[in-house]
């Protein structure tokens, strides 16, 4: 397995998460299987939202003591299953019997970490401090039963409209090509260009994402649903998520061993399997000529780390100190650029990364 660190909170989260929503459709036993092989192949992240309330108690009896220590649950304040079934809540008194009745279930006495659950709109956040559902979550924060506060949404606005009242410690949002190229569905929220500076944004604030929906629900699995029309294979959807800025885990929605073990084929894919350069031709007319981070330009005669270098140029552009630093850690950086092509050729994004290295050598120019 491979880790990514979390900024705010110190924490080593396993790059390829689990999502528990539909893990209860095939049985108890089955479930139990796939929650066992994820432990065994190092999964430590689970998302807990979606899905019937089966998934807590199949938790419940498969994580002893010692697994607990190692995983790390992500509990959704507003995120109603008090009648068995997933519902949707911005009633404070409705979300304490709710939080109550999963942690008797995961037989846990702490969460660590507590999500304001699903903020699409403004007008819903304003109605979670309102109602009481915030302060609730806060008050668990005070008594250590939340140990850090994350948030999911759709929505860029909606997201950033709250953290300028919240320090997020994480977020959960929906990260996939579909919807990054504006192909997408009615989850797909927001342009390209505000999806871009949300990532840059979140990764600027040292807030890590988690992402849901990679798959696109599985239709980018598919030539015949994909919105390109061609297939992507499951690793070549993770690690386009995992391409962007401030993304530490991608938690897919598995409801049985073999799809867990197709999600976790990532970490054994060469480059060339995880390489999704393929769908470049149905780049939307507002991101063409950018960046993704995808290497494709790779490998550099120079042994620049391309993506890299401007992946922390575009943070640092905005503001990011630490990508500065970042940046001059790098063995080799943009000023070591020997104009070769190689790069701009293989480039399918038509990024044009030659010409961008003397763009970036000259912004960062020498550090003294």
């Excluded at 890590?208 to 390109?228: E, N």
């Amino acid at each position: 397995m491979e880790y990514r660190v979390n900024k705010r909170t110190g924490d080593r989260v396993s790059v390829i998460g689990l999502g528990t929503s539909v893990i209860a459709e095939e049985g108890e036993s089955e479930g139990i299987k796939t929650l066992e092989l994820a432990f065994e192949s190092g999964i430590n992240y689970i998302d807990l939202a979606g899905g019937d309330f089966r998934h807590f108690g199949m938790l419940g009896k498969t994580v002893d003591a010692a697994t607990r220590k190692r995983i790390m649950y992500e509990l959704h304040f507003g995120a109603d299953y008090t009648s068995g079934e997933y519902g949707w809540s911005l009633n404070a008194d409705v979300v304490r019997r709710s939080v109550e009745k999963q942690l008797e279930a995961l037989k846990t006495d702490y969460i660590d970490y507590g999500f304001i659950h699903c903020m699409d709109e403004v007008s819903d956040w304003e109605r979670y401090k309102k109602n009481g559902v915030f302060d609730y979550l806060l008050k668990l924060k005070s008594e250590g039963v939340v140990r850090h506060i994350g948030m999911s949404s759709h929505t860029p606005a909606t997201i950033q409209a709250v953290v300028k009242e919240v320090e997020l410690d994480m977020l959960l949002f929906s990260i996939n090509a579909a919807y990054d190229f504006e192909r997408g569905d009615d989850y797909g929220i927001g342009s390209a260009a505000e999806r871009r500076m949300l990532y840059a944004d979140m990764e600027k604030k040292g807030t890590g994402i988690v992402v849901m929906k990679p798959f696109s629900g599985g239709q980018l699995l598919s030539a015949k649903t994909s919105p390109f029309g061609v297939a992507m294979t499951e690793a070549q959807c993770i690690k386009f998520a995992l391409d962007k800025p401030g993304v530490l885990s991608v938690v897919p929605g598995v409801k049985n061993r073999t799809e867990l073990k197709r999600a976790l084929s990532y970490l054994t894919a060469t480059e060339e399997e995880r390489d999704y350069s393929h769908i470049a031709s149905f780049t939307p007319r507002e991101t063409a000529g950018k960046c993704v981070y995808c290497n494709h330009c790779m490998p550099c005669p120079a042994g620049i780390d391309i993506g890299s270098v401007t992946k922390f140029y575009d943070l640092a552009a905005i503001g990011d100190d630490m990508a500065r630093e970042h940046y001059f850690a790098l063995s080799k950086r943009a000023d070591a650029c020997i104009r070769c092509g190689h790069c701009t050729a293989r480039c399918p994004f038509k990024a044009e990364p030659e010409k961008k290295m003397g763009e970036i050598a000259a912004y960062f120019g020498s550090r003294s």
